[in-house]
């Protein structure tokens, strides 16, 4: 019997990379319309969110915690940049900058 992998068709790169760029392009949309059930759709239910000087966030509960609290504090305007997309067999990684309007409560005094 051959094994799961085998009877999967290969892996083109570009696809992947397109694959990508629209899940991080919804999720950004997701994001900007409130859409949490839509945001978590781009994440496994084992992801890890490294918050910027927070501590990371793993799982779907934490998950959907972290954007429920971004926002509901009023984070919005989401962007999302890719520099670059590797990846081998089931194991892909994007890297890249994301941007996203903070709230008056959080702005530095000008």
């Given at each position: 019997?051959?094994?799961?992998?085998?009877?999967?068709?290969?892996?083109?790169?570009?696809?992947?990379?397109?694959?990508?760029?629209?899940?991080?392009?919804?999720?950004?949309?997701?994001?900007?319309?409130?859409?949490?059930?839509?945001?978590?759709?781009?994440?496994?239910?084992?992801?890890?969110?490294?918050?910027?000087?927070?501590?990371?966030?793993?799982?779907?509960?934490?998950?959907?915690?972290?954007?429920?609290?971004?926002?509901?504090?009023?984070?919005?305007?989401?962007?999302?940049?890719?520099?670059?997309?590797?990846?081998?067999?089931?194991?892909?990684?994007?890297v890249g900058r994301y941007a996203c309007k903070f709230?008056?409560?959080?702005?530095?005094?000008?």
């Amino acid at each position: 019997m051959p094994s799961p992998s085998a009877e999967r068709p290969p892996i083109q790169n570009e696809d992947v990379k397109a694959k990508i760029r629209r899940s991080m392009t919804q999720f950004a949309s997701a994001f900007n319309q409130g859409d949490v059930e839509t945001i978590l759709a781009s994440y496994a239910a084992d992801a890890v969110v490294l918050p910027p000087r927070s501590p990371a966030v793993q799982g779907l509960l934490g998950i959907r915690q972290l954007f429920e609290s971004l926002l509901a504090a009023g984070y919005c305007n989401s962007s999302v940049e890719l520099e670059r997309i590797e990846h081998s067999g089931d194991i892909a990684l994007a890297v890249g900058r994301y941007a996203c309007k903070f709230p008056p409560s959080l702005r530095p005094p000008t």
